[in-house]
C-alpha cells in the first residue's frame, strides 16, 4: 500500500516538473455591504441602501476570470463568457501581462472611463509570510500578507509551492509560488481558484492582438487612483463605485 501512495505522488510530483504552464480559473466575488459597512464617511442610511441592495450572497455569483502561464510570462483577465451570472459594472477591460524575462509589465487598466497602457517594472510587493496552511484547489497553501497602500487596506495571499510560477490574479505577486486566492480587508473581496489546469506543452498567452490606452506607468496610475480615492472620502462618497478595488 505503500508503494502505491509512493509511486502516485512521485507519478504527480513528476507530472507537475514537466508541466510547461498551466491556465488557472478564479472566481472573483465583492461584498459591497461589507466595505460599505468598513467606510466611517458614509451616512448610516447609505450604509443601510448598499446592504439592503448587495446584502444577499445567495445571489453573488462572482466574475471569473483566467491566469494563463508558460515560461515566458502570463496574463490574467477575465474569462470570455456567453452570459453574466454575477454582477459587474460592465465588462471588465483590465488585463495583466507579465513577461518573466524581463521582468516587465504591458498591462492594459482602466481607471475612472478612461485606459492606460501600464509598461514598466513589475511592481513589488512586501510580503509577510504566516505560519498557517490551507487547502485551494487541492493544493496545500501557505499564508502571506502584505499592504495595498493605494487603497490602504491588508491583502492576505495563500500561496502554494508546488507549482513554481512566480505569478497570481489581479498581478500580484513576489511569494515563493503561484497565488491560488487573495482576501482584501478580511473579506471584502475574494478571489479563489476554482480550477487548475497543467499542460505539459507550453501554452500560447491569450494576449489583445491590440492593448489600448494611454501609455503610462504604475507610478502614475497609481497617483491618480490615490487622488480620487481621497476626493471621494472627503466628499463621504464610496469611492470604489468608479474605481477598481
Not at 492576505?156 to 482576501?183: Q, R, V, Y
Not at 478580511?186 to 490606452?213: R, Y
Amino acid at each position: 500500500m505503500n508503494r502505491i501512495i509512493f509511486f502516485c505522488c512521485f507519478i504527480l510530483s513528476s507530472y507537475m516538473l514537466s508541466a510547461q504552464g498551466g491556465v488557472i480559473t478564479y472566481n472573483k466575488k465583492y461584498s459591497w455591504a461589507n466595505i460599505a459597512k468598513k467606510m466611517p464617511y458614509l451616512s448610516q442610511e447609505e450604509k443601510d441602501r448598499i446592504t439592503l441592495s448587495w446584502g444577499n450572497d445567495d445571489d453573488n455569483k462572482g466574475e471569473d476570470y483566467e491566469l494563463t502561464y508558460n515560461p515566458k510570462g502570463s496574463v490574467y483577465k477575465a474569462k470570455e463568457r456567453d452570459e453574466n451570472y454575477g454582477y459587474s459594472w460592465g465588462e471588465d477591460e483590465d488585463v495583466f501581462i507579465r513577461d518573466f524575462e524581463t521582468k516587465t509589465t504591458n498591462d492594459q487598466r482602466e481607471l475612472l472611463g478612461k485606459l492606460y497602457a501600464l509598461q514598466g517594472d513589475i511592481p513589488k510587493f512586501k510580503w509577510k509570510i504566516l505560519n498557517e496552511l490551507k487547502d485551494v484547489a487541492g493544493y496545500v497553501c501557505m499564508k502571506a500578507e502584505t499592504k495595498d497602500t493605494v487603497n490602504n487596506v491588508i491583502i492576505t495571499a495563500w500561496f502554494t509551492d508546488k507549482l513554481n510560477i512566480l505569478s497570481g490574479p489581479e498581478g500580484m505577486s513576489g511569494l515563493p509560488g503561484l497565488i491560488l486566492a487573495l482576501d482584501y480587508n478580511t473579506d471584502d473581496i475574494q478571489i479563489v481558484a476554482s480550477k487548475v489546469e497543467l499542460k505539459p506543452e507550453s501554452p500560447p498567452l491569450p494576449i489583445p492582438k491590440k492593448l489600448k490606452g494611454k501609455k503610462s506607468d504604475y507610478q502614475e496610475y497609481n497617483s491618480k487612483k490615490k487622488k480620487h480615492i481621497t476626493l471621494s472620502i472627503s466628499g463621504r462618497r464610496n469611492p470604489y463605485w468608479d474605481v477598481r478595488y
